[in-house]
């Protein structure tokens, strides 16, 4: 596998993964969906939040690439956060239409990237305004690694609160 088909890979884990833990948070009330259950963003809404607005900061770094990525060019209508850990979403179901447009958005454009870019360097600010240059696959591999992170602690507080959403294994989806 080279590592343009594994960033495609990433992305369909992504949005698999994702659609099993929706379909869990989907059948909690929005109280329990809110519970603070002591994680590093509070709730389930509150974690999965998180991962929709930490997705977001680095797609709009990402469209900053010098390969200009067209497929990125929605993101100027999108609002870049500014704090991740605000609920942006009030409630699953907004959350939950934002995931899935991310999602086919992610997996859409992962399929745009070229090898070449993978070893072009992206200069951007982080939260606090302190400028980076990092290399692109590297940042790609944290994106994705962030959103596993993240996804596993919203596995373990939907388990918490008695669910479970299966399988979680990448290897569900390697040939």
Do not use: C
């Not at 949005?15 to 929706?22: D, F, G, S, V």
């Not at 002591?38 to 469209?63: E, P």
């Not at 907004?94 to 086919?104: F, P």
């Amino acid at each position: 596998m080279n590592r343009i088909e594994h960033v495609v890979l990433m992305a369909s884990y992504n949005q698999w993964m994702n659609r099993k833990l929706y379909k869990a948070a989907g059948t909690l009330s929005d109280a329990e969906l809110l519970m603070d259950r002591k994680a590093f963003f509070g709730s389930i809404l509150g974690t999965l939040n998180h991962l929709v607005l930490g997705d977001t900061v680095w797609l709009k770094r990402f469209a900053l690439h010098p390969a200009g990525y067209a497929a990125l060019a929605a993101l100027n209508a999108v609002a870049t956060p500014v704090d991740l850990t605000q609920l942006a979403f009030a409630n699953v179901r907004e959350l939950a239409t934002r995931r899935a447009w991310l999602d086919q958005f992610i997996l859409d454009w992962a399929h745009t990237v070229q090898a070449p870019d993978l070893d072009q360097r992206l200069h951007y600010r982080n939260m606090r305004g302190v400028a980076a240059d990092k290399n692109f696959f590297s940042l790609l591999v944290h994106f994705f690694n962030h959103q596993t992170h993240h996804r596993g602690q919203a596995t373990t507080l939907l388990s918490q609160a008695g669910l479970d959403v299966g399988t979680t294994d990448l290897l569900a989806l390697i040939d």
